[in-house]
């Protein structure tokens, strides 16, 4: 990992101001804005579809009111017919001929307001009995008329007092015209017991009226009131009372479902997604958002521009000058004004140049070529000062700043510190032949530790070790590779339910560890691909793991001198990996 670091800041370092200044702008600038606006934007539309939502509740609960209130109201005029004395006696008389029921009939409505618009509003109210008494015409109406009906069947076989029914049929049974959409209240006048005849009271409400106040409601968002897959109601143009009841379709449209048992009627409320949906309203504001993402983005980067420039211009200058020196010429640089450190370089340097141009005119030559020989010198002894710089350098360094984060109280900064450092010093040691399990452990805890707090905590590890078996002695460097492969290759785009657990138990005279994650998994063409050495990792295959555990596989088998220590388990993509291994068992000292 150091060697790797080291070589990226070479590489850094080689680039030009203006490359730098373009990456600067790239990773400070372009990609925090975009993935900023890319969250506001996110935000944006998850707020705006809760509120939607919030919306389509509201919708499917006015319009169930709407219905249920229109259906209360008829229900509360079935209930005082129902419980009407008079009525109920009046269906019960046997009568002795047509004209005393005539008569009787035409005093039974001078006598009641059951005909008034106060009693029925639109609706249309019919009384059935089987009294064979009674002449079948007007309000009253023999029962025998709507035995077949599918309403009179869907009551008795429902067993219920009363109910709210759909229908597609004619306005008078058995009538010869064209069938329209009803709306029924029907409901059993046995409130004084079932007498000497069957009694049934049917309220048939204006179905033009119900969509008429759906309607106007006033909703542009479309609603569907369906009962058995078939649409009954809407708030759209179009529901003619004339035609079929349609089936409902349009599933795939629907942004919110409403489920109410009205009165036995079990209705399905569909409110479906608004013509002019969130995507339509970005793409409305599009120019605007274009032309903030522009100002985001060109504004910054004409300022890394003038800033490229105001650095190049002027170390470029300086550049020019310092070559013109090996003529021994020093020239003054001319108008210098920035005050800057670029500034401060140019100002040193024509004090340096004023300087030295004094000296050379005043001391000979040959206290120049001393001067030159002790530059060298010096040169030398730098040189062979940073190449006494090693490693250990670095971990004392990390070891001083854990220690300066503890007197400080920032516990969590140190124990990273601490961290980083074992885990870097580890890692210098990989070249080594061999280590006991525990520091091999140990590697792998630092590891996750330090990828935790990468990642917020995201990493999902457990591990299962053998107590006493810390001092066997295995080749260094193999189960962090592992650990890495399965988090980089196996869980990377599953964090959130990705796991990784690592087990080590001692069988007999073998050393069993196994490696297995939740992730990826593999085909098992990719692991005879990298079981055979083949598998590359050029970038293009998120899959592959060849690189890491080839490596392994060719250090256990440099170490043990034999093959099939390592194998690879896989039900198939998107399944999970499992690496196991099978040591032979060497104990060095007391196991930790």
Known sequence: ???????????????????????????????????????????????????????????????????????????????????????????????????????SYQQFFKDTLFQSSDMTGSSLITLYTDNSTIVSGGTVRNLDLIRESGWYRDLNEKGTEQMLYFAYEPEVSGAVMHPERHVYFVRKMNYYGGGQSEKLLKIEMD???????????????????????????????????????????????????????????????????????????????????????????????????????????????????????????????ENVSAKDEIGDLMRNYNRMASRITTLVNIVYKNRILEQEMTVARQKAELLALRSQINPHFLFNCLNAGAQLAMLEDAERTGVFLEKMADFFRYNVRKMEDDALLWEEVDAVDNYIYILNVRFAGDINYEKDVDEGIGNFRIPSMILQPLVENAVQHGIHDCMETGKIRMSIHKDGDDLEITVSDNGAGMTQEMIRSVMAGKARNNGEDRYSTGIAVGNVIDRLELYYKQKGLLTIESDGLGLGTSVHITLPVEVEGTSE
């Open 207 to 333: 179905y033009s009226t119900i969509n008429k106040n759906l309607q106007n409601l006033n909703y542009d968002t479309p609603v569907y009131i369906c009962h058995e897959g078939k649409i009954i109601f809407s708030n759209r143009d179009g529901e003619n009372i004339g035609d079929e009841y349609e089936k409902f379709s349009d599933y795939k449209e629907v942004e919110y479902k409403k489920t109410s048992n009205i009165y036995g009627a079990q209705l399905e409320i569909y409110v479906l997604r608004p013509e002019t949906d969130l995507i339509g309203k970005l793409v409305e504001r599009l120019p605007m958002l274009l032309l903030l993402f522009s100002i985001n983005i060109f504004f910054p980067l004409i300022m890394v521009l003038l800033l490229n420039h105001s650095l190049t211009a002027r170390i470029s200058r300086l550049s020019s000058i310092f070559r013109n020196t090996e003529d021994e010429n020093l020239v003054e640089i």
């Open 1 to 103: 990992m150091q060697s790797i670091l080291e070589k990226f800041v070479r590489h850094i370092d080689n680039f030009s101001i203006r490359k730098k200044m373009i990456f600067i702008y790239i990773f400070c600038m372009l990609l925090p804005i975009t993935l900023t606006d890319g969250v506001i934007i996110y935000t944006v539309l998850h707020t705006e579809a809760q509120l939607r939502r919030s919306e389509m509740e509201d919708i499917a609960d006015a319009v169930n009111y709407q219905i249920f209130y229109d259906v209360d109201t008829v229900s509360k005029v079935a209930k005082s017919i129902y419980a009407n004395q008079y009525i109920n006696d009046f269906l019960e008389m046997e009568y002795g001929d047509p004209f005393d029921y005539v008569v």
